[in-house]
């Protein structure tokens, strides 16, 4: 089992910058593949950014360039940076760890990007 919060969202305007944060209820270390996700209303939830415990790192073709994602494995968490932030970046956004087969999320946290 593997609890997940994140962190860190908010109202930026476009062009601005926000970080977020994923703070895990145990080690992750030996967690296979982090990552985050976003979803908007009437969509699916799309993945914006994975890190896997090798170092495997995959983005969206919509953030590359501007988003970063970065694991702490001392600390237990997962960090998106993301610049250049555009409306379209406008979402809910959730952490995502996967154990083996098992996947786990957190409760989500809104990113408003807006003028």
């Known amino acids: 089992q593997v609890q997940l919060a994140e962190s860190g969202g908010g109202l930026v305007q476009p062009g601005g910058s926000l970080r977020l944060s994923c703070a895990a209820s145990r080690s992750i270390f030996s967690i296979n593949a982090m990552g985050w996700y976003r979803q908007t209303p009437g969509k699916g939830r799309e993945l914006v950014a994975i890190?896997?415990?090798?170092?495997?790192?995959n983005y969206a073709e919509s953030v590359k360039g501007r988003f970063t994602i970065s694991r702490d494995n001392v600390k237990n968490t997962v960090d998106l940076q993301m610049n250049s932030l555009k409306p379209e970046d406008t979402a809910v956004y959730y952490c995502n760890a996967r154990v083996l087969a098992s996947y786990y999320w957190g409760q989500g946290t809104q990113v408003t990007v807006s003028s």
């Open positions: 890190i896997e415990s090798g170092g495997i790192i």
